[in-house]
């Protein structure tokens, strides 16, 4: 629930100040990033069971690091297999708090 409200407030943050050009027309191209990222996330919080934390929030990071910024696929493949492995890390082996495993056992 927390995170719809925020997404929200962002959204309409985006809308009524930081999305206008100079010559006060809405900047739709940077809504629309914005709105993708939102549903990227909102994809992979639903795929949670099925895929797992760790290979969920890989793809979720490969998505944004390729896609959205524009960075080589091998770039994006290197972000999301080290961001998941310090998630993974972190969380199980550091903080013994387990993440959600998928299909897959991880």
């Known amino acids: 629930l ?5 997404s929200l407030a962002v959204l309409v943050t985006a809308l009524t100040r930081h999305a206008h050009t100079p010559e006060g027309a809405t900047d739709w191209h940077r809504i629309g990033r914005a709105l993708i990222a939102w549903l990227a996330l909102t994809v992979c919080i ?5 895929l797992g934390f760790v290979l969920g929030f890989a793809l979720l ?3 944004i690091a390729s896609v959205m910024y524009g960075r ?3 770039f994006g493949i290197v972000s999301a297999v ?3 492995a310090v ?3 972190v969380f199980p082996v ?3 708090v387990a993440l959600p495993s998928g299909v897959f056992g991880f």
Request: charge should be positive.
């Open 2 to 6: 927390a995170l719809v409200v925020l």
């Open 46 to 50: 639903a795929a949670l069971k099925v």
């Open 61 to 63: 990071t490969l998505f």
């Open 72 to 74: 080589s696929f091998a």
């Open 82 to 84: 080290v961001t998941a």
């Open 87 to 89: 998630f993974y890390v």
């Open 94 to 96: 550091a903080l013994n």
